[in-house]
């Protein structure tokens, strides 16, 4: 009788242990099964000129960003900046996809033509995922996500939501430094 009187103590010990440990999470963070993994495959047309396209492939041998963003994400707006910013480092090149739209029409597709040339084009290329077909394949479930690819197209880092300069400084160009030795 006197073991079982502890039995709530034990319990309660155990759900604060893993709150404490949920508490020093960033929620940010989530895991991924694709890191460490290899990129998915994709070849999409570009966005400014659909006529031509752009694959995985094409990046092989190099360490590169793919960020998923669109026009209609006020997520996007705010990491803009910092990826413009990013962008004048030339210390990884980023890759831009236009991540999901309901319809393959020439207004979207213009409307994301025209943030670019306002608010500064930071992609060394930029692509355009109409049926949102490579962004599921990549799991991305929202905007802007960002990847970080190896030279032999193995995803080693992700980041949900916005790029900030925290996790550039802290988590992504050490990444990228180590994945060019």
Request: charged share 20%.
């Amino acid at each position: 009788m006197k073991k079982l009187v502890f039995v709530p103590l034990v319990l309660f010990i155990v759900l604060v242990v893993f709150l404490l440990i949920g508490l020093r999470r960033d929620p940010r963070e989530v895991p991924s099964p694709l890191v460490n993994k290899a990129a998915p495959a994709f070849q999409l047309p570009q966005l400014q000129d659909p006529t031509k396209t752009f694959s995985a492939q094409d990046m092989r041998g190099k360490v590169w960003l793919v960020n998923f963003w669109g026009t209609w994400c006020i997520a996007c707006r705010e990491e803009h900046p910092w990826l413009v910013e990013y962008a004048k480092a030339n210390a990884v090149p980023i890759v831009g996809v236009d991540y999901k739209y309901s319809s393959d029409t020439s207004d979207e597709r213009a409307a994301a033509v025209r943030w670019l040339a306002e608010l500064g084009d930071p992609y060394s290329i930029t692509v355009y995922d109409a049926d949102g077909r490579t962004s599921i394949d990549f799991g991305v479930y929202g905007a802007p996500e960002t990847f970080l690819i190896d030279k032999q197209g193995v995803i080693r880092f992700k980041q949900i939501g916005p790029l900030t300069p925290e996790v550039w400084q802290n988590k992504v160009l050490p990444m990228v430094k180590q994945l060019n030795q």
